[in-house]
């Protein structure tokens, strides 16, 4: 379940990106079909992948704006703040 960079709602789509929810119980197929591999200390990631027991049954703003804060940039830190903002009017 696309997520964060990667949600249309985020603004903030890059292609050479994706973020999502997996489920734990999958996390090993979906490492294997897609050859995922853990980045490197010199590595910067590609995939961002937050792994939940179960998948949440949609992604709610504040939980857009949850996982774009956990990105360092500015541009997705103010998003995430808009989100935020906008999810407690």
Known sequence: MLSGLS???SGMEDPRVVEAY???ADLNEVVSD???ARPGVDLSPNVFLHVAARLPSRVTPILL???????DGPR???RSIELAKEFFR
Request: a negative charge; aromatic letters at 16%.
């Open 7 to 9: 949600h249309p709602a």
């Open 22 to 24: 997996v489920a734990a």
């Open 34 to 36: 897609y050859w995922l």
């Open 65 to 71: 704006a949850a996982d774009l804060f956990e990105h």
């Open 76 to 78: 997705e830190r103010g």
